[in-house]
């Protein structure tokens, strides 16, 4: 196969059972998975009278396409959404400066709500 990432061809092992079981289809080297691949990190923030989650999927912004980890992203958000006590937010690449925490309460505030944050990459200004 073609990594979609790096374009380099990839080979990926499988058992007979694995063979016969699954037809799923890997479109990412294990190289790049390693390098670009899914890095679950959970910050919470508390605001004035909510708080905040913020989960972030990887560990820094690259040049790659993010849709490839469409199917992981739609995982993790069925199951944030599962959360009955938090609104989910769906952002890109967040930059956390004061102004950010301050229009994320405001928000919290408008749905009286604790509030989950998906994002790609979160920075803050640090
Ligand atoms: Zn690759």
Known sequence: MICKICGNKFFIK?????????N??????NKCL????ISLSFQKIVLENYDVMIV???KRKEKIDY?????????IFI????KKEYHVILEDHLYLDDYKI????GI????ESNLIILCLTVSDYS
Do not use: V
């Open 108 to 111: 919290s505030k408008m749905l």
């Open 14 to 22: 499988r058992s007979f059972k694995e063979l016969l079981k699954t």
């Open 79 to 82: 199951s944030l959404m599962m």
């Open 34 to 37: 390693d390098k670009y691949g």
């Open 56 to 58: 972030s999927m990887f």
């Open 102 to 105: 301050e229009e994320i309460d």
């Open 67 to 75: 849709n490839l980890f469409y199917d992981e992203y739609s995982k």
């Open 24 to 29: 799923h289809e890997q479109n990412i080297c």
